[in-house]
């Protein structure tokens, strides 16, 4: 069963920061873009970070630019996002997803994707 499993959500002060991982199992995910989105109360769920399947470009939300960062470990079959100077806009429960095709770079469009995690918490407090 090909499933993503997200981690390292919670809760953290304004300006804090956390580390999100997203372990992929069932197959390997190294040849395709990845990305993470995430959805805060009440809204739908936004583009935040994308990775080509090389892991050579990245791309970033312009409320997240700057203090994000995206990165994948093909050996761990792993995606991360380094999330830095958190801000209490940022809560929401954040996604990774997994693209469709391989050898993609990836877009801010989420049927672009087709594989989805469940999903893990962040919340920031002022």
């Known amino acids: 069963q090909v499933q993503l499993v997200e981690s390292g959500g919670g809760l953290v002060q304004a300006g804090g920061s956390l580390r999100l991982s997203c372990a992929a199992s069932?197959?390997?995910?190294?040849?395709?873009?990845m990305a993470w989105f995430r959805q805060a109360p009440g809204k739908e769920r936004d583009f935040a970070a994308v990775?080509?399947?090389?892991?050579?470009?990245?791309r970033y939300a312009d409320s997240v630019k700057g203090r994000f960062t995206i990165s994948k470990d093909n050996a761990k079959n792993t995606v991360y996002l380094q999330m830095n100077s958190l801000k209490p806009e940022d809560t929401a429960v954040y996604y990774c997803?997994?693209?469709?095709?391989?050898?993609?770079?990836?877009?801010?469009?989420?049927?672009?994707?087709?594989?989805w995690g469940q999903g893990t918490q962040v919340t920031v407090s002022s």
């Open positions: 990775i080509n399947w090389s892991g050579t470009s990245t």
């Open positions: 997803a997994a693209a469709r095709s391989p050898y993609t770079s990836g877009s801010n469009s989420q049927s672009e994707y087709n594989i």
């Open positions: 069932g197959r390997t995910f190294r040849n395709y873009a």
